[in-house]
Each structure stands twice: as structure tokens, then as C-alpha cells.
């Protein structure tokens, strides 16, 4: 499946008006080097709203791979169920974005913790209001898969540098929006494809995949970041790239754009466990027909 261009998305689900966290960077078709695409209007950070705007005016005439970096859905395989025992629990991931950002209209820039004031649903998350009754460290089906090589923080976490569950609230919120005019996978049939395509990513396990873990206290090296590019047949970034803090969301943003056009070139990475269309599935991860 060609595409003109992929764009990966180092996410952030925090409550400032503007998100540090977030990164962006962009590799086309042509084998050039990827890089970070900055902010627009002179601006030193992203704000959600304003990716969202950037992505909703994107050329309509090119495809697009677009990866962002949170989980798309909840687990419901286990139990299925979102919310065990909860009357209103939603039955399909876009009934669940839509339950998310119901829980959070009064919040702007697409934060998703007002959830977490909820009393009943509050119940289900380890949030920094308070460590649920019912919250547990539930898996979905693609998460067991990935830990073979790197296992995701569980989905209802929101606390800890680790934690994917803040991210995720906001980054349903955004789904809603954005599935008007991208296909979302695995979850729309794709046979639109004057639209383009959004997926989850998890960059460190596009890094460990190829046993490359970050320095202790200074993340990722230049030479690190190149070599994983060359494991994805992409050509290096600058020397010149600039990387803030041990979070490191330039790398994260990189390694994915390469790994996505990588993946993109291969049936296999587009199969998934029919557990998918209700939980989603992190691209890259390999689905083999065997039990979990």
C-alpha cells in the first residue's frame, strides 16, 4: 500500500496549554532523511488543538500513514467488556471515544482526566485522583503480543512517567474528531483509499525490536537513532538534530516515521487477531496465528 508521506506523532495527554511532550516528524516516499516538523506560527510547543488542525489540512489529493503514539481502545477481550459491571459500558471503540469525550466536553485542548471525576467510572483507573477499587492491570490482545520484545504500560494507568492512560483519554477525544476524514485501523475498512490512514505506534518497541535501549540519564544517542534508522532501510537524521531532556520525544517521533513506512511494505504487519476491532493494535506488532 504506497503513500505519499507518514507522519509520527510523540503524543501527550497532559492538562497545560501547551504540550511539551508532543513531537512530530515527517519522512516521505522518496528515501530522504526524516525530520521534526516544528510548530506553525513561530510557536516553541504543539497543542493538540492545534496538530489536529494541522493534520485536518493536510493535501487531500496524497495518502498519509499517520502514527500516534497512545492506545486507541481499552481492553475487552478478557472480560469482554470496557467497563465490567458498568450498566452504560460502550460496546465498540468508537462508541468509546464517543463515551470519553462525553465524560470531558467541558475540558478544551482535548484533555480527557474530567473522567477521572466521575465516582463510578473513576473506580476503573489508577489516576493521580485515586487508585480505582476496580482498576486492574488488564492487556489487550496486541500489548501480549508486544511483550515479547517490550510490554506496554496497561491502559488504565494514568500515573507514573510510564503511564499511557492520560495520553489515551485525550487521544480518543481526538479520534472522534479525526475519524471523519481519515480511515482509523484497524477498526474502518480501508477500502477508501482516498483517505489516509491512522494507526497506534509505540516507538520504544520499534527501538527494542532491535535491542537499542536508551543511555541511563541522557536517553538516546545520534549514532543509537541512526542506527536503528538503518535497521528500517532509512537514511540518517541530521547531526545537527536537537534533543531536549531524557524523554527524548525527537527520537521517538523519528524511529516511528521510519518504522512505518517500513511495516506499511508488508502484508504480515497489516493482519491482526480479530480481538482487534474492538481493542486496536499497535503497527509493528506481528500477529501470528497461534493462542496467546
Known amino acids: 500500500m504506497p503513500f505519499d508521506g507518514y507522519i509520527g506523532i510523540d503524543w501527550s495527554g497532559d492538562k497545560s496549554k501547551f504540550q511539551k511532550g508532543i513531537k512530530v516528524a515527517y519522512l516521505d516516499k522518496e528515501n530522504i532523511n526524516p525530520h521534526i516538523i516544528p510548530p506553525p506560527n513561530k510557536n516553541k510547543y504543539w497543542d493538540r488543538s492545534t496538530l489536529i488542525e494541522y493534520l485536518q489540512n493536510l493535501n487531500l489529493n496524497k495518502s498519509y500513514l ?27 471503540a468508537k462508541k468509546l471515544w464517543d463515551f470519553i469525550d462525553v465524560h470531558n466536553y467541558e475540558n478544551s485542548n482535548y484533555y480527557g482526566g474530567n473522567i477521572w471525576k466521575n465516582k463510578t467510572i473513576c473506580e476503573y483507573y489508577n489516576s493521580p485522583v485515586k487508585r480505582g477499587l476496580k482498576f486492574k492491570s488488564r492487556r489487550r490482545i496486541t500489548e ?6 517490550c510490554s506496554p504500560s496497561p491502559t488504565f494507568n494514568c500515573v507514573g512517567p510510564g503511564a499511557v492512560g492520560t495520553g489515551s483519554l485525550a487521544g480518543m477525544r481526538v479520534l472522534k474528531i479525526l475519524k471523519n476524514k481519515f ?18 505506534i509505540f516507538p520504544t518497541l520499534y527501538f527494542r525490536k532491535h535491542s537499542i535501549k536508551p543511555k541511563k540519564n541522557t536517553g538516546y544517542t545520534l549514532d543509537q537513532i541512526n542506527d536503528a534508522l538503518k535497521k528500517y532501510d532509512c537514511l540518517p537524521v541530521s547531526q545537527n538534530l536537537k534533543m531536549f531532556g531524557p524523554d527524548q520525544d525527537e527520537a521517538d517521533a523519528i524511529i516511528s516515521v521510519a518504522a512505518l513506512k ?31
Open 183 to 200: 480511515n482509523i485501523w484497524p477498526f474502518d475498512n480501508l477500502k477508501n483509499k482516498n483517505k489516509s490512514i491512522i494507526v497506534e
Open 262 to 292: 517500513y511495516f506499511s511494505k508488508n502484508i504480515k504487519y497489516w493482519k491482526t487477531h480479530k480481538a482487534a476491532k474492538k481493542e486496536g493494535w499497535i503497527y509493528g506488532v506481528k500477529f501470528i496465528n497461534d493462542k496467546v
Open 66 to 92: 499517520i502514527g500516534f503514539d497512545f492506545a486507541f481502545a481499552y481492553p475487552f477481550e478478557d472480560y469482554k467488556n470496557y467497563f465490567v459491571d458498568l450498566d452504560n459500558s460502550p460496546k465498540s
Open 144 to 149: 501480549i503480543y508486544a511483550k515479547k520484545i
